[in-house]
Nanobody, 114 residues
Framework: QVQLVESGGGLVQPGGSLRLSCAASKSIFSFNAMGWYRQAPGEERELVAL??????NYANSVKGRFTISADNAKNTVYLQMNSLKPEDTAVYYC?????????WGQGTQVTVSS
């Protein structure tokens, strides 16, 4: 069974930084793609960042501020978030695509507020 466990969320002031981690129960080499989505209250879930092999993609709203990376030895994917804005407030979900299946973590709350 595949599990994705997020950590690292919390409350941060505007302009601050957070790093989210997503630990996978399987080798991340076994995933076609891994990434991060977020969902704000009353909004649909949206893609934040995706990593496929060595290729990364970002939502326009986070380009230049967020960086996705992977540590294959630790089976962990990270999302480094800098220059955070109040509009980044959301529940952040780790995503893993493996064969024809999609897997999600339980979500971690990120709140950007003064």
């Amino acid at each position: 069974q595949v599990q994705l466990v997020e950590s690292g969320g919390g409350l941060v002031q505007p302009g601050g930084s957070l790093r989210l981690s997503c630990a996978a129960s399987k080798s991340i080499f076994s995933f076609n793609a891994m990434g991060w989505y977020r969902q704000a209250p009353g909004e649909e879930r949206e893609l934040v960042a995706l990593i496929i092999g060595d290729v990364t993609n970002y939502a326009n709203s986070v380009k230049g501020r967020f960086t996705i990376s992977a540590d294959n030895a630790k089976n962990t994917v990270y999302l480094q978030m800098n220059s955070l804005k109040p509009e980044d407030t959301a529940v952040y979900y780790c995503y893993g695509g493996r064969s024809a299946d999609n897997y999600w973590g339980q979500g971690t709350q990120v709140t950007v507020s003064s």
